[in-house]
């Protein structure tokens, strides 16, 4: 009875048949397929191209598909050495099946997130999935995880039948030798790379770009041998950083401070709050206290994410410093200051404070008590009004005789963009999204409810903050308290081609909002270039640091007629460089696949780099230098 039970259960595994290079041949064609279409081989146009899609294609279905071919390998070397252990053949072929499942699987995903957000799979991913909150911050519906499962269940059982119908249902077909398929692979191979090699010595584009299209894509170069044999190269300026994380420098020299006044701050951030949101008819409490307040009507955020985005504001640095303060676990000097001189904390959160790692970075020092999250099972929007709801009886219950620093964090417009019946100025909306039946396609058909549902997001935020506006005013609180209402960065709704945050630094993924209310300082909209880095080096003076800027942070003061020469935002991968003219886009490591990009304020390409270079250089130097300004140079 065991005997049948066991066959019953897995009589699709376990027989020796030679017939599992049809089941690899047919996943083998499924890449080609799901790499095919996300290259768009045909649509660029172009022989030698159009030969290189096929060949790069070709090369990395079956770079995927190594693992299991190393399985049926394995499974062969075994039968053909009789060893007897009897589940061996049947745990390898259900490892085959799920190997294969697995990689069809991620690479399909690869594909829709480089065709959504313009990025692969990479670190960035797998620290959203590993932290804590993660997850959770993509504002997916359950729609999307129950798809999620399912299509993954459903490709599982595709993949068990194709296995089945191959291995018992079609007849024996050759299967090529090993060295044939070796031979095989390197000599396409080979092919492919020195192809790439060949359009990296000449700046071919096209080929460079296509190539970036495969995730974990390979680079091989032979710039150096190329020009020893006697090739010449074509000239061409370019810029790369050598950014690695390293020891910390901060700050310069110890921080020295003078008896001030300890007006409160209260730091009113929302989730992807582009500038364009602060209007009358969007955000109309905001805007009148803009009114009210020091407006910076033409301000950059620090980065194109959160973590740039808030580490530019709270450290007053660029956001490339992010991993080397990570890695340190070293907060800013403001909460130093702050705690210093006694102030009560209150910080609230509509997310998480370890998605990102903001309980190891920007409040490190700061007790988790006055951390506080609520459970994600509460949508964002009651997250928000019960955390303004929050700070609000915190202010009635403090210490009078203490000043008080406090943050809210708005997780509302954050997609997929949550608001009430009462926030709804925008119509028609979209009702949900689902991330694993999202493409391009479909997107852009959505893509005006999907910003009309970020509209009404934007003005039930308003209303949070009008909340505590009014409380403020009412209580005379705010005539000794600094408030900054501002957004950690933008978001895109396909005006560049991107819907979201984090794949570029167009307009609108960048500029946000920044209303600074300083006691005494009256109202004024400023107009001239200003960034979150300047915000520290205009905050601490106030708080009596004497030290000089530079000993601590990268920016200058937003009290400042003049501007600063250029802003400089952050990516996870690269920093751009951005004057009163131009946006210059360099990569954090010459080897990230990532190309110098020089556009117009308003986004649009310009080819006139060498020109740009001959009037920027010293500039881009020394923004340069600032993203190793604090790391020391000693390790």
Not at 582 to 603: H, M
Request: net charge negative.
């Amino acid at each position: 009875m065991q005997n049948i039970n066991r066959t019953s259960v897995l009589s699709i595994f376990g027989k020796d048949h030679a017939c599992a290079n049809v089941f690899l041949g047919v996943n083998y064609l499924i890449l080609f397929c799901v790499f095919g279409n996300s290259i768009q081989i045909y649509s660029i146009g172009g022989t030698s191209q159009i030969l290189y899609d096929i060949l790069l294609i070709s090369t990395y279905s079956f770079v995927y598909l190594l693992p299991a071919i190393a399985l049926v390998y394995l499974r062969d070397y075994i039968a053909k050495r009789k060893l007897t252990v009897v589940w061996i053949p049947y745990g390898i072929d259900i490892l085959l099946v799920l190997t294969a499942t697995i990689v069809v699987a991620l690479c399909y995903v690869d594909t829709r997130i480089l065709d959504l957000y313009g990025f692969h799979l990479n670190a960035f991913v797998l620290n959203l999935v590993l932290t804590p909150g993660g997850i959770e911050s993509l504002g997916g519906s359950d729609a999307t995880i129950y798809s999620a499962i399912a299509g993954l269940l459903g490709l599982l059982a595709a993949q068990t039948l194709l296995y089945w119908f191959t291995a018992y249902r079609s007849r024996p077909v050759w299967r090529p030798q090993v060295k044939f398929l070796v031979v095989a692979f390197v000599c396409l191979s080979v092919t492919e790379r020195l192809t790439y090699a060949t359009a990296d010595f000449n700046y071919y584009a096209p080929i460079l770009e296509t190539a970036q299209k495969i995730p974990f894509y390979n680079e091989v170069r032979f710039r150096t041998l190329g020009q020893r044999l006697g090739f010449d190269r074509p000239e061409r300026l370019g810029i790369a950083l050598n950014n690695r994380a390293s020891e910390l420098d901060y700050p310069k020299q110890k921080i020295t401070t003078l008896e001030k006044p300890r007006p409160n701050i209260i730091w009113l951030i929302a989730e992807s709050l582009r500038a364009d949101m602060l209007t009358p008819a969007i955000m109309p409490q905001s805007y009148e206290f803009a009114g009210e307040s020091l407006h910076f009507i033409n301000h950059y955020s620090g980065g194109n994410g959160t973590r740039q985005g808030m580490f530019s504001l709270f450290y007053g640095l660029h956001g490339s410093y992010w991993n080397s303060f990570l890695n340190a676990n070293q907060g800013p000097i403001v909460f130093d200051i702050l705690k210093s001189n006694d102030y009560e904390f209150g910080m609230y959160t509509g997310a998480t404070f370890t998605y990102p790692e903001f309980d190891r970075t920007v409040f490190a020092q700061l007790p988790s008590a006055v951390l506080h999250q609520l459970d994600d099972a509460v949508p964002p929007e009651i997250r928000d009004a019960r955390n303004v709801k929050s700070m609000i009886s915190q202010l009635e219950a403090r210490d009078r005789h203490r000043p008080f620093a406090g943050m809210i964090f708005f997780e509302s417009t954050h997609a997929r963009y949550f608001f009430d019946d009462s926030d709804i100025i925008a119509t028609p909306f979209v009702e949900d999204l689902n991330y694993v039946t999202m493409t391009r396609d479909s997107l852009n058909a959505e893509m005006e409810g999907l910003k009309n549902r970020y509209i009404n997001a934007s003005r039930h935020v308003d209303n949070q903050i009008g909340r505590l506006l009014v409380y403020l005013k009412r209580e005379q609180i705010l005539n000794d308290t600094i408030v900054v209402i501002t957004g950690d960065h933008g978001e895109e709704f396909m005006e560049q081609g991107h819907w979201g945050h984090n794949n570029g630094f167009s307009e609108e993924q960048v500029r946000v909002p920044f209303v600074m209310h300083i006691p005494g300082a009256g109202n004024k909209a400023i107009t001239h270039r200003t960034s979150h880095t300047d915000f520290i080096p205009t905050l601490l003076p106030m708080l009596g640091v004497t030290n000089p800027v530079t000993d601590y942070a990268l920016g200058v003061s937003l009290l400042n007629s003049n501007p600063a020469n250029y802003s400089v935002i952050s990516s996870t991968s690269s920093i751009c460089y951005v004057n009163q003219t131009f946006k210059f886009t360099i990569p954090l490591e010459a080897s990230n696949g990532e190309a110098n990009q020089l556009t117009r304020l308003n986004d649009q390409a310009d080819n006139n780099v060498i020109a740009f270079f001959d009037s920027e250089a010293l500039q881009l130097r020394a923004a340069l230098d600032e993203t190793r300004l604090f790391l020391d140079s000693g390790h």
